[in-house]
């Protein structure tokens, strides 16, 4: 049985940072990982942000995977502690699903103070169909703390394509370093983020159940994931070992996956005016 959505609060439960901290903190740098298919997996999804609560649930099947997320600081700006804690764990692979466009008119608002203080303006966008299911993984076989694995291994994000409305954006530069430990000696890289492609919003998989103290932060995760370019490098490729987390997704085996410079970068934005509770 899916969960049902309850309230947001600002206030934090043992195992779940609040909303608003959590949320605005999360930045995600995107590899591009295609090459492996998972064996077949049909999963039934719900949405949990209030702004999308009416859409119907739907049931996708996994496709190929596209991209391994992780996360990452920009700037030099280190979440602060208690928050760091739970956002250096957050990693996601991302697989291919397709459905039927939903055409839904939204306004997204930067919530990151890095990106704020650019003077990023708000994007009126429409969401359309479904491309991807972001799943939380582990890397080579090194866990999360489990007050912290209790709360990242439910985070799923499914996302959409976007059309941007109004003019395009000014591409803006950023510095993003890794944070968690597997990446830790990864070299800091410079990008330019230009266009906002798709809206990564948060979603129940049907035989997850979720704590209700960690539904009420995680019904707040909405991620713009922009494309970004590079500048020339010297970083080789690293081979990674993935390993599911979600109890839904435990079944599938270990996957390997090889990455060298980010694609894109998801940035945590809020819809409508609707600021996470924090």
């Known amino acids: 049985m899916l969960v049902a959505v309850l309230p947001g609060t600002a206030t934090a439960a043992p195992g779940a940072p609040p909303p608003l ?7 995600l740098s995107c590899y591009r ?14 949405h949990l942000n209030p702004v999308l609560a009416k859409l119907p649930m739907e049931t996708v099947k996994l496709g190929e995977r596209q991209q391994l997320c992780v996360p ?13 804690d739970f956002v250096r764990w957050v990693d996601l692979s991302c697989y291919r699903i397709e459905g039927g466009a939903v055409n839904f008119p939204l306004t997204l608002s930067h919530l990151n103070p890095v990106v704020r203080k650019l003077g990023i303006q708000d994007a009126h966008v429409t969401m359309l169909s479904p491309e991807q299911l972001c799943v939380p993984v582990a890397k080579n076989g090194v866990l999360p703390p489990p007050e912290v694995l209790s709360f990242v291994r439910h985070i799923d994000l499914e996302c959409y394509a976007l059309r941007v409305l ?6 803006f530069p950023l510095t993003l370093g890794h944070l968690n430990p597997v990446l830790a000696d990864r070299p800091k890289v410079d990008v330019k983020a230009g266009n906002a492609r798709q809206l990564c919003v948060p979603v129940a998989k049907r035989g997850d159940e979720i704590p209700p103290e960690v539904l009420d932060t995680l019904q707040w995760l909405d991620l713009a994931k922009y494309d970004v370019t590079t500048g020339p490098s010297v970083v080789g490729p690293v081979t990674l070992k993935l390993t599911h987390l979600n109890p839904v997704l435990a079944r599938l085996p ?3 996956a090889v990455i060298t410079e980010p694609a894109q970068l998801g940035l945590p934005v809020a819809k409508n005016g609707k600021i996470p509770p924090g």
């Open 72 to 84: 990452v600081a920009k700037n030099g700006e280190i979440p602060p502690p208690g928050i760091v």
């Open 166 to 171: 109004g003019i395009p954006a000014v591409p």
């Open 254 to 256: 270990s996957e390997e």
């Open 33 to 46: 990982t295609e090459g492996y298919k998972p064996p077949p997996a049909e999963l039934t999804l719900k």
């Open 21 to 27: 901290p959590f949320v605005s903190q999360l930045d």
